[in-house]
T-cell receptor, first 113, second 114 residues
Framework: QQQVKQSPQSLIVQKGGISIINCAYENTAFDYFPWYQQFPGKGPALLIAIRPDVSEKKEGRFTISFNKSAKQFSLHIMDSQPGDSATYFCAAPNTGTASKLTFGTGTRLQVTL | NAGVTQTPKFQVLKTGQSMTLQCAQDMNHEYMSWYRQDPGMGLRLIHYSVGAGITDQGEVPNGYNVSRSTTEDFPLRLLSAAPSQTSVYFC??????WGTGELFFGEGSRLTVL
């Protein structure tokens, strides 16, 4: 059974600041690590994902950094905006079968003016 | 495009009642799954299916049944509802059979069991 530990549980960042959310996983047979973004009253939606033939992936203001030896990956949101206020979930495939995607417990991000 | 459609959006049940949460997708995805979301617990996988006629258990399957008779539909059945099943339920689908592709989520079904 895969466990994914996500921190912090909540985060308050000023507009223009950098938001950093961290995740650690145990083991996985498949290298695929997505981040999902969820707004209140909505379902989660894929924000960015990495397949770690690289250690970093950047899409606009969002960057995933991956450390395979430490079994950790993180989401960095540069120039955070009030519209980024949402809950963020990391995820990792289960060992043995990638059909089971295990999510972290979520980070509630609030970006203040 | 409808994507993943869940019904009902809200439901209140009494302990012991049964009900079915409906999920339909129009993207011809082979992979479908059900998650429940509880405060501080994240999203936990209940059941999943990699194609019509094939289902398997996730990490919290007890108290729930599923079936997959068509590619489009993946209903979740609560046979005898308990207060511990009060939660927000999300159905998700993916074109990638092995869960390593993008999951498309519905908007959720909020269930309260009294």
């Amino acid at each position: 059974q895969q466990q994914v530990k996500q921190s912090p549980q909540s985060l308050i960042v000023q507009k223009g600041g950098i938001s950093i959310i961290n995740c650690a996983y145990e083991n996985t047979a498949f290298d695929y690590f997505p981040w999902y973004q969820q707004f209140p009253g909505k379902g989660p939606a894929l924000l960015i994902a990495i397949r770690p033939d690289v250690s970093e992936k950047k899409e606009g203001r969002f960057t995933i950094s991956f450390n395979k030896s430490a079994k950790q990956f993180s989401l960095h949101i540069m120039d955070s905006q009030p519209g980024d206020s949402a809950t963020y979930f990391c995820a990792a495939p289960n060992t043995g079968t990638a059909s089971k995607l295990t999510f972290g417990t979520g980070t509630r991000l609030q970006v203040t003016l | 495009n409808a994507g993943v459609t869940q019904t009902p959006k809200f439901q209140v049940l009494k302990t012991g009642q049964s009900m079915t949460l409906q999920c339909a997708q129009d993207m011809n995805h082979e992979y479908m799954s059900w998650y429940r979301q509880d405060p501080g617990m994240g999203l936990r996988l209940i059941h999943y299916s990699v194609g019509a006629g094939i289902t398997d258990q996730g990490e919290v399957p007890n108290g729930y049944n599923v079936s997959r008779s068509t590619t489009e539909d993946f209903p979740l059945r609560l046979l005898s509802a308990a207060p511990s099943q009060t939660s927000v339920y999300f159905c998700a689908s993916s074109f990638q059979q092995w869960g390593t592709g993008e999951l498309f989520f519905g908007e959720g079904s909020r269930l309260t069991v009294l």
